[in-house]
């Protein structure tokens, strides 16, 4: 059975090392424990990154649509598929 975990060796910074190393036993964690909880807390941020820029295109073309409402939004896709919208 091969290995469940990869290695990968970086360089730091003596200050930096010195910060890790500190965090790492004041949260009671190995170094590469902190670094992957560093590693998971940097993905949420990109998460929420992304979302918000799609938030912001969506409001975007909410606005450039005139859609406030549930009823604009099937009033739009029955526009874009060619169908009648209903009174």
Known sequence: MGRITKTLTISL???????????????????????????????D??????????????QATARRLNIASEDDIERVVHEARGLRSEP
């Open 45 to 58: 941020s990109l998460d929420e990154k992304r979302w918000r820029r799609l938030r912001r295109l969506g």
């Open 13 to 43: 910074p003596p200050r930096v090392y010195d910060e890790v190393d500190m965090l790492a036993k004041i949260e009671g964690k190995t170094k590469s424990e902190l670094v992957r909880d560093m590693i998971r807390v940097y993905e």
